[in-house]
């Protein structure tokens, strides 16, 4: 199973700012938190990834508590385009050395309903 | 911006067919990966592939399944005989494996459809 919680449902108006929150509340030291969305059916979309600090990049921002129990995703200026289903994942490590992050397990994720 | 490219977009089979389900990852990427999704069904992790051999299986990636990189940028998934249950999207992903904690990126997927 996940080793996430998110809500199942957030809304948020275009234009304004999308936080969506993530409970990981057993995340060892050494594992990271990604963040990946799934626009309808297409392939889920790496979006960010980090570890304790926060960090940023074209599409986003991911706010990570000091405790790392949780973290929250920011949209800045939400459009329709990022109507999506958004996943918060802690990746099982992987069981050989090479340095991959591991498999990934979804969970149902936050459908994120950006309106106009 | 490079990407991980799938083909076909839909295969639709005969049950008890084999079906061959093809991905070009990035092309530096060396760590590969196949997963599928049933129609409103959550994103399963498959089988993860590196250096010529699979990493990690889940449950699913049964006797039925097999993983192949035939040349130096094709990755394939082959399902040898082909049940109902298989009809889902199936996505193939990569990761890059020189620094540790590097994303998978992801196709758009092959839609496969049994009858």
């Known amino acids: 199973d996940a080793k996430t919680t998110q809500p199942p449902s957030m809304d948020c108006a275009e234009g304004r700012a999308a936080n969506l929150p993530c409970n990981h509340s057993t995340i060892s030291g050494n594992e990271y938190v990604y963040w990946y969305r799934q626009i309808h059916s297409q392939g889920p979309q790496y979006i960010i990834h980090?570890?304790?600090n926060n960090e940023t990049n074209e599409m986003a921002s991911l706010i990570i508590t000091e405790d790392r129990k949780s973290s929250t995703l920011i949209l800045p200026h939400a459009t329709l385009r990022d109507t999506a289903v958004y996943y918060c994942i802690v990746p099982i490590p992987a069981m050989n050395y090479g340095g991959s992050q591991g498999n990934l397990i979804f969970g149902k994720g936050t459908k994120l309903s950006v309106k106009p | 911006e490079p990407e991980v490219t799938q083909t076909p977009s839909h295969q639709v089979t005969q049950m008890g067919q084999e079906v061959i389900l093809r991905c070009v990852p990035i092309?530096?990427?060396?760590?590969f990966y196949w997963y599928r999704q049933i129609l409103g069904q959550k994103v399963e992790f498959l089988v993860s592939f590196y250096n010529n051999e699979i990493s990690e299986k889940s449950e699913i990636f049964d006797d039925q399944f097999s993983v192949e990189r035939p040349d130096g940028s094709n990755f394939t998934l082959k399902i040898r005989s082909t049940k109902l249950e298989d009809s889902a999207m199936y996505f193939c992903?990569?990761?890059?494996?020189?620094?540790?904690?590097?994303?998978?990126?992801f196709g758009d997927g092959t839609r496969l459809s049994i009858l």
């Open positions: 980090g570890l304790k």
């Open positions: 092309s530096n990427h060396l760590y």
């Open positions: 992903a990569s990761s890059d494996v020189i620094w540790s904690n590097q994303p998978q990126h």
